[in-house]
């Protein structure tokens, strides 16, 4: 869930500043290849504990969703800072 939101916000953000010839692709890709690299990482990581119940994921679903919506606004803000 965390790499969709993440990729999410790079998508939008790229979708803003290239409205206005900022920002290059291969950055962007660059920064989803870093996000896909630090899951993978976790995934070895933490892989062991298989489908092991999730103390705090309630607190932990929630964490993620006010992530996601902050990190809209902050590209929302930007869209309209930027016009």
Same mark, same amino acid.
């Given at each position: 869930m965390y %790499? +969709?939101?993440v990729n999410e916000y790079i998508t939008n953000y790229e979708t803003v500043v290239s409205q206005y010839g900022l920002g290059d692709a291969a950055s962007y890709q660059s920064m989803r290849d870093?996000? +896909?690299s630090s899951i993978e990482q976790q995934k070895a990581e933490y892989g062991p504990?298989?489908?092991?119940k999730i103390i705090g994921k309630a607190d932990l679903v929630e964490f993620l969703? %006010?992530?996601?919506?902050e990190l809209k606004s902050y590209t929302d803000q930007m869209a309209i800072a930027l016009q």
């Amino acid at each position: 869930m965390y %790499e +969709t939101i993440v990729n999410e916000y790079i998508t939008n953000y790229e979708t803003v500043v290239s409205q206005y010839g900022l920002g290059d692709a291969a950055s962007y890709q660059s920064m989803r290849d870093s996000v +896909t690299s630090s899951i993978e990482q976790q995934k070895a990581e933490y892989g062991p504990m298989g489908n092991a119940k999730i103390i705090g994921k309630a607190d932990l679903v929630e964490f993620l969703k %006010e992530y996601r919506d902050e990190l809209k606004s902050y590209t929302d803000q930007m869209a309209i800072a930027l016009q």
